[in-house]
């Protein structure tokens, strides 16, 4: 593993597992750490933990959870455990325009413009990790 990025980690939150699958072997040839979570309860639950948390250095949260129009899950994981925090995020989702403005993290992915092209997000998100370089 590259010693530069030991100590961070991705969070990633989307409830279709092939998104999640997908992600994590593209950040795996980084060598990056990915925390990977088909639904909000288990994410809570692993970032509740002070030494998880202290991984995490930035996270990719789709809007709907729950196949349904649960923006309430994502929003509200997003308000009360990445905010308070200060753990940068970013939107993945098939419905951008629906984000709202005061959740929509760093930058909001349209999911099928970033799964076709995974290098923005991609880069996007090894800026935002400490002492991380892109690797091609």
Not at 84 to 94: A, E, G, K, M, V
Not at 98 to 113: A, M, N, Q, R, T
Request: overall charge negative.
């Amino acid at each position: 593993m590259n010693p530069e990025n030991l100590a961070s980690a991705i969070l990633l939150l989307d409830d279709d597992r092939t998104v999640l699958h997908l992600l994590k072997l593209r950040f795996a040839l980084a060598k990056i750490e990915v925390f990977a979570f088909d639904n909000a309860e288990e994410a809570r639950s692993f970032i509740s933990i002070g030494t998880n948390r202290s991984k995490i250095k930035v996270a990719i949260v789709d809007l709907f959870l729950d196949w349904d129009r649960c923006d309430h899950l994502s929003n509200n994981f997003i308000e009360n455990e990445l905010v308070p925090f200060q753990i940068n995020y970013c939107r993945l989702t098939s419905a951008p325009s629906l984000v709202p403005e005061e959740f929509s993290g760093i930058k909001v992915f349209d999911k099928h413009d970033a799964l076709r092209d995974v290098d923005e997000l991609y880069k996007t998100i090894l800026s935002l990790l400490p002492s991380a370089s892109v690797k091609d």
